[in-house]
């Protein structure tokens, strides 16, 4: 019985004990903020950072204030953009209702220590050197995540479930969003907890919220009020991004089952193609990705998954070419401004490494990754001090403190003491042990 009991908190309110990391990606960061930046203005939050947690639970939760933290199994089975703002929602409830006060400062510190960034596209294909899935970080943090998670009492949800009903109203956004999500809850959970005394655990059921979230709603002044509804391409952004996570995530099967061949949207061949390109069908990939392109000739990322395609090929200026048409349709992409400094590195023809060193600073400036920093050590190259430095900061990002320092040390030895990355490689010394 216990153990069904803790297999029902998981669902939404734990972190796992297994291995996570945090993924980053320009796509999936830019639309997911997009769609929850009304909730977090209505909760008095306007510059928060959504973390994308690579993992399959169906989980989510807020911490320190600002920090919103999605987990991919969630993204993948929650459909709409109104239920997503819904878990959202829940999860500042919690904030606002001060429920994790007395935890966050130390989960947060944990959880910050211990997080892993990992790329997808070139991020993931890197063999050898393959910097970012370090992986096996988040355990240390997931044990006193889940303490806290599975601390909300029942009264506590119901709180935060209220207060998100509230913020949905406030933005505009219609709450049914959160049936949607405990339907969807139920789905998973409800033979489980049919078999459960409610009274037995401190923790209100599915069934319970769902109740509380319909009475809510039938309230005239709710049912009445015209609300917000996503247009078109706000729901096609957010299939694209689900797909996505899908295609470079899960397992052949589920891909299979979710977006078969005789699916023709784009949705379905995004995440097929991705997934030709993981599991090797580059060609397949490549006829994917021209159908997604000659369909959607504006979309930049289209052309950065063409971009890895044809890195993989080895058809090198093909990539280059795939990745400025990329940029040029959304400046400011840091993963695809590192993903084409890779490429460059390899390529090293006149000017590539200087446009390399340029464009891994500009994706470090606008969002430092530990990818960024081990493309710029390979501009730079084993001979230049500064490599040392680049990868002093890959190891510091990386969690790998001794490692960090020990390169820190190297490059302070082989760099003139007035050059930038001597005094940062002096600042690593002083703030890490
Ligand atoms: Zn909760």
Not at 121 to 134: E, K, R
Not at 176 to 182: L, M, P
Not at 238 to 244: F, G, I, L, N, S
Request: charged share 25%; aromatic share 8%.
């Amino acid at each position: 019985m216990r153990r069904i009991i803790v297999a029902i908190l998981s669902l939404f309110f734990c972190v796992s004990a297994h291995a996570a990391s945090i993924i980053s990606d320009t796509e999936i960061e830019s639309v997911i903020g997009e769609l929850i930046a009304p909730i977090t203005a209505a909760a008095n939050i306007p510059h928060a950072n959504i973390r994308i947690v690579d993992d399959d639970n169906f989980n989510a939760f807020a911490m320190g204030g600002t920090d919103i933290y999605i987990y991919t199994g969630l993204l993948t089975r929650v459909r709409t953009p109104n239920a997503l703002r819904a878990v959202v929602a829940h999860e500042l409830g919690h904030t606002i209702g001060g429920h994790m006060a007395q935890m966050s400062a130390r989960m947060e510190t944990e959880m910050k220590r211990t997080m892993i960034i990992q790329a997808l596209g070139v991020g993931l294909m890197l063999a050898g050197g393959n910097p970012s899935l370090g992986a096996g970080a988040l355990v240390g943090a997931s044990g006193i995540a889940r303490q806290s998670m599975l601390s909300f009492s029942r009264d506590e949800e119901r709180v935060a479930d209220n207060m998100g009903f509230d913020l949905m109203v406030r933005a505009g956004y219609n709450p049914n969003g959160f049936i949607d999500v405990f339907n969807q809850m139920n789905d998973m959970t409800a033979v489980i907890e049919s078999k459960i005394n409610p009274n037995a655990i401190n923790h209100p059921l599915t069934s319970e919220r769902l109740k509380n979230m319909r009475e809510k709603l039938a309230t005239g002044d709710i049912k009445n009020k015209k609300f917000k509804s996503d247009d078109a391409g706000t729901v096609r952004r957010y299939d694209m991004v689900r797909a996505k996570l899908v295609g470079y995530l899960d397992t052949d099967s589920r891909i299979k089952t979710l977006y078969p061949n005789s699916d023709k949207s784009d949705a379905a061949i995004y995440a097929r193609a991705i997934a030709n390109m993981r599991f090797g069908n580059l060609n397949g990939a490549a006829v994917g990705t021209r159908t997604l392109i000659a369909r959607n000739p504006k979309n930049p990322y289209f052309y950065e998954l063409l971009g890895d395609l044809e890195y993989r090929f080895g058809h090198y200026d093909d990539a280059i070419a795939a990745y400025t048409r990329a940029t040029e349709l959304r400046p400011n992409s840091p993963m695809v401004d590192v993903a084409h400094a890779l490429v460059l590195v390899e390529r090293r023809a006149d000017g590539d490494i200087s446009r390399a060193i340029e464009l891994c600073k500009r994706a470090i400036l606008h969002d430092e990754s530990p990818i960024a920093y081990w493309v710029l050590a390979r501009a730079y190259g084993s001979d230049d001090g500064r490599a040392d430095w680049a990868m002093a900061e890959y190891y510091r990002m990386q969690n790998k403190p001794d490692k960090s320092r020990e390169y820190a040390r190297r490059a302070k030895s082989r760099l003139k003491p007035d050059s930038p990355e001597y005094i940062k490689s002096d600042d690593i010394l002083k703030t890490t042990k």
